[in-house]
């Protein structure tokens, strides 16, 4: 007879082959921590360091198993308990096989924890991150979440490497597309409401999969925008910019985290004790485990920080880093560092603790199997149900940045409209990035998307001129076309015997993303020249962007007389589309990201800090911070974003009972004065005037999204309270100073309603 795993023999507490967790009733808390303390008291010290040891899949689990190489080397590993977990395995089939080998043939038959990159959704793809942070809708961003959660839990997944909750003011990096923009507040809202939505109300259901707050810390500070760089920023902005995300993320119950690739202040955030056990695991109290990225182990050794694999090794356990993802150094040198004294074993066991406590929240130890249900897989994974969702979210995303002489919403009859530009017809691009486990082309298409409204105008299409070379991949850099001009001209000639012309510009989906950096933030190629040419013919122009970042398209906002902002909007980015521009959504969205005018303005964000020279003292000054060939105002500000209609604000009453009910009461009355039902997004922001430590010129401190009929009006009430009026000292503190401080509010960051109060 076959051995059975040792748990069976001792018989302790649960069942790991039992399907019915109301076997296995416990108090969550207490008896989680007595279960992993029983646990851990029959593990090796080789079996403990294996929890920690992650791999990625390696082969087709239902397959023939490989008898050599590192496969095979991978595979023992798992049979000899020496796998925590294991990424990029997906599939009920897979995962089965996989966990069926961790469970019934190691000794003590823990099971894994599958990982995986769910980022904007699994095979039903969600507007991406950024994009979905301009809807400003946290409801929806929850939702959004939710239903990622529910398809890759189908598909055997337990865990996502999401959200990115990294504050990035440098649209030259290519992740900004992962995350919430360049807010904090906004970003930590936004944090809060994806944790919720991965993890739902219930760990334990077989539907909701453990997030993973990454990457901490500062790795959209990289320097020049370029990915993995190098970070050096002061404690200021450390805490009251970059931090506050992931604090959100931990009161919201994020059981893991993810550190980063990058030095922060010269020591890699993968060996940062500060960051990893001082602030989060002792000040904060996170009480789940931190993965590394990919190989950051490793990687101290490329910084130039660990001499070896050995020393990187040491460094990341004893720095608090508690899973290694893919760079063997843990499974490979802990056990010796712990016998030679290098590393303690207290050490070792409070990682494993924390690991085998996401498990046993997961449900794992109640039943290993629960996320492999071939029935489910099938009902759940692209349910029709979620492309209506994902419909919606992809309408909330979009953002109108202009809309001269009202050309926007269409007519839907009478009109030829020309259909401009290879993005148009693209199915995969729209998806955008980190898209691991959908299928190619299976987007809507914004042609199909005009095509299948119905409306009678009359939709002609042309590809216009290439944006790549060579067909988009993975690579490292698409082959960007600058010189084959073929398809201008068979496009200017449609726009001349056009009523209207659409064109859909921007980036390609894989142009954005980790390691997708970029120097310039024009329209990539021969895009520009093409756009100038057709609007010499036919200026009548809607200009559809579909991009991962914010874009300078300076001379678009000056000619062009209708923008949307349309992102890579996922699934239904096309039938998406086609509501906004006829009318049956009136867009809503909010810009999380500054647009700047040129690169040359970048790193731009709306918060910044006056200096000692902030504007010119007298006619023709040139000593004050600012350029000699560009202004410092940007082309859109944070948080900007029109509407088919228009709103009035009025009414503005600040009530200073700070003194009497520690808070400050904010009211204003917006009216919706146009001809369309619309819905607005009210912006708060407050300028702390004199502090101890300089504060920026505006900071968000609340946002209220409220929809008007045509002539309707509503108050809208906030609360400032100690939580809005203070900042993080340089030591990481909470303080709330007495001083004078100034409130605006409006529809963005250059809010012209103003009023000023004091705390004494």
Not at 30 to 42: A, M, R, Y
Request: proline share 4%.
């Amino acid at each position: 007879m076959k051995q059975q795993p040792f748990f069976f023999i001792i018989g302790i507490f649960f069942s790991l082959m039992a399907c019915d967790s109301n076997k296995h009733s416990r108090t969550k808390n207490n008896s989680i921590e007595s279960e992993v303390d029983s646990l851990l008291s029959l593990m090796t010290l080789e079996e403990k360091i294996g929890q920690m040891n992650q791999y990625t899949g390696f082969m087709d689990f239902t397959g023939p198993k490989p008898d050599e190489g590192q496969q095979a080397k991978k595979l023992t590993h798992i049979k000899k308990g020496l796998v925590g977990s294991m990424l990029n395995v997906r599939g009920v089939e897979n995962v089965m096989a996989v966990q069926k080998i961790a469970v019934e043939e190691s000794r003590l038959g823990i099971p894994l924890i599958i990982g995986f990159d769910v980022i904007h959704g699994y095979k039903t793809i969600s507007p991406i991150p950024l994009a979905e942070s301009a809807s400003w809708d946290l409801p929806a961003i929850q939702a959004s979440a939710r239903m990622a959660a529910e398809e890759a839990s189908a598909a055997g997944i337990h865990w996502t490497f999401a959200p990115m909750v990294d504050i990035s003011r440098d649209a030259r990096w290519g992740r900004v597309m992962e995350g919430a923009g360049e807010d904090p507040f906004l970003g930590s809202e936004i944090a809060k409401a994806r944790v919720k939505g991965f993890q739902g109300k219930d760990l334990t259901a077989h539907n909701t999969i453990a997030a993973c707050a990454k990457h901490f810390a500062g790795y959209g500070f990289a320097e020049a925008g370029k990915d993995y760089n190098t970070v050096d920023v002061g404690t200021s902005t450390l805490h009251n910019i970059i931090n506050p995300p992931f604090k959100a993320a931990v009161e919201a119950d994020v059981k893991t985290f993810m550190n980063a690739f990058n030095v922060l202040n010269g020591i890699p955030a993968t060996g940062n004790s500060f960051l990893q056990r001082d602030l989060l695991k002792d000040q904060w109290g996170f009480q789940g485990f931190v993965v590394s990225d990919w190989d950051s182990v490793g990687e101290m050794v490329e910084h130039g920080f660990a001499e070896d694999g050995r020393a990187a090794a040491k460094y990341a356990v004893t720095a608090g880093s508690d899973m290694d993802m893919e760079s063997y150094h843990y499974i490979e040198e802990l056990a010796q560092l712990v016998v030679d004294g290098e590393v303690k074993e207290e050490l070792i066991d409070d990682a494993v603790k924390r690991i085998l406590s996401v498990k046993f929240e997961l449900g794992l130890f109640d039943d290993p199997y629960k996320y492999c249900d071939l029935e489910r897989e099938k009902e759940v994974i692209g349910n029709e149900e979620f492309q209506k969702e994902v419909f919606q979210m992809a309408q909330k995303s979009m953002v109108l940045l202009k809309n001269e002489n009202q050309l926007l919403p269409l007519n839907k009859s009478g009109q030829k409209i020309a259909l401009i530009g290879e993005l148009a017809a693209d199915k995969t691009s729209p998806l955008g990035n980190w898209i691991i486990a959908a299928d190619d082309d299976s987007a809507i298409s914004v042609l199909e998307g005009l095509q299948n409204y119905e409306a009678t105008n009359e939709i002609n299409f042309e590809r216009g001129v290439k944006l790549v070379n060579s067909a988009p991949s993975f690579a490292q850099q698409l082959a960007i076309n600058q010189t084959d001009k073929t398809g201008i001209e068979e496009a200017v000639d449609l726009a001349k015997k056009s009523d209207v012309v659409i064109m859909v510009l921007g980036e390609h989906g894989r142009q954005s993303g980790e390691g997708r950096s970029r120097t310039s933030l024009d329209l990539p190629g021969l895009q520009q020249e093409m756009l100038e040419a057709v609007y010499a013919v036919n200026p009548t122009i809607v200009l559809v962007l579909n991009n991962g970042r914010p874009l300078a398209i300076n001379w678009a906002a000056k000619n062009i007389p209708a923008i949307v902002e349309a992102w890579q909007l996922g699934s239904q980015a096309g039938n998406a589309i086609a509501s906004v521009l006829y009318g049956d959504y009136n867009p809503s969205g909010k810009l999380p990201m500054t647009f700047p005018k040129n690169v040359g303005q970048v790193p731009l964000y709306y918060n910044y800090k006056s200096t000692g020279r902030p504007a010119p003292k007298a006619e023709n000054e040139v000593f004050w911070s600012g350029y000699i060939d560009s202004e410092n105002a940007p082309l859109y500000p944070f948080g900007f974003g029109l509407s088919y209609t228009n709103f009035e604000y009025s009414n503005y009453v600040v009530e200073n009972s700070y003194a009497d009910e520690q808070v400050v009461k904010v009211s204003v009355e917006v009216k919706n004065t146009g001809k369309f039902k619309g819905k607005e997004t009210v912006q708060l922001y407050l300028q702390d005037e004199f502090a101890s430590v300089t504060r920026p010129v505006r900071e968000l401190k609340g946002f209220q999204q409220i929809e008007l009929r045509p002539n309707e009006s509503k108050i809208v009430e906030f609360e400032l309270s100690q939580k809005s009026l203070g900042f993080y000292n340089n030591k990481g503190d909470w303080q709330v100073e007495p001083g004078n401080f100034k409130v605006f509010v409006g529809g963005n960051a250059q809010a012209k309603l103003e009023k000023s109060f004091t705390i004494k």
